[in-house]
T-cell receptor, first 113, second 110 residues
């Protein structure tokens, strides 16, 4: 069964450093998303991406964040100048279209120290 | 802003003891309501999508229903492997993002 793959599974970084979280969405999906879940809190929407551009973003997704589809298979989330409060589980998701269900990856646990 | 409230926060069941989880929502026009299952340290796993009031979906021991203000996830004769956090999310007509509730953590004891 096709699945969304995320790497790394766990990333530890120092405050102020830049991190790149990587995702391989399901191959015939056209819409890509990033969500995050701070420990003990709700899953929160960050951004959606279609046709090589951002289609929707939340208030959380400020200039510190950027997304990119550098090739035909990868989808990345870059976080610049990380802060302690960026520590969370980051989930990539993809869907065939925006009305269909999104399939989530297993997540990258980001720890900022 | 879309709001999703799930109750109870936690549910402890004996194996075979059926129960229901509630998801109440406020959204400016509902496109779809989604149920996901999340195991500890894992990503949400899709279960159901419901689009209109009166709709029902079933999968093994799980059945989801939808009204104009809430959705229920019924667990019939649960087994220990049904232990997980069940997440409800809504998608509004005006946007495509999912807005999640905080989840109900279900523990089924053998």
């Amino acid at each position: 069964e096709p699945e969304v793959t995320q790497t790394p599974s766990h990333q530890v970084t120092q405050m102020g450093q830049e991190v790149i979280l990587r995702c391989v969405p399901i191959s015939n999906h056209l819409y890509f998303y990033w969500y995050r879940q701070i420990l003990g809190q709700k899953v929160e929407f960050l951004v959606s991406f279609y046709n090589n551009e951002i289609s929707e973003k939340s208030e959380i997704f400020d200039d510190q964040f950027s997304v990119e589809r550098p090739d035909g298979s990868n989808f990345t989330l870059k976080i610049r100048s990380t802060k302690l409060e960026d520590s969370a589980m980051y989930f990539c998701a993809s869907s065939r279209d925006q009305k269909n269900q999104a399939f989530f990856g297993q997540g990258t646990r980001l720890t900022v120290v | 802003e879309d709001q999703v409230t799930q109750s109870p926060e936690a549910l402890r069941l004996q194996e075979g003891e059926s129960s229901s989880l509630n998801c109440s929502y406020t959204v400016s026009g509902l496109r779809g309501l989604f149920w996901y299952r999340q195991d500890p340290g894992k990503g949400p796993e899709f279960l159901f999508t419901l689009y209109s009031a009166g709709e029902e979906k079933e999968k093994e021991r799980l059945k989801a229903t939808l009204t104009k203000k809430e959705s229920f996830l019924h667990i019939t004769a649960p087994k220990p492997e049904d232990s997980a956090t069940y997440l409800c999310a809504v998608q509004a007509l005006v946007a495509y993002k999912l807005s999640f509730g905080a989840g109900t953590t279900v523990t089924v004891r053998a």
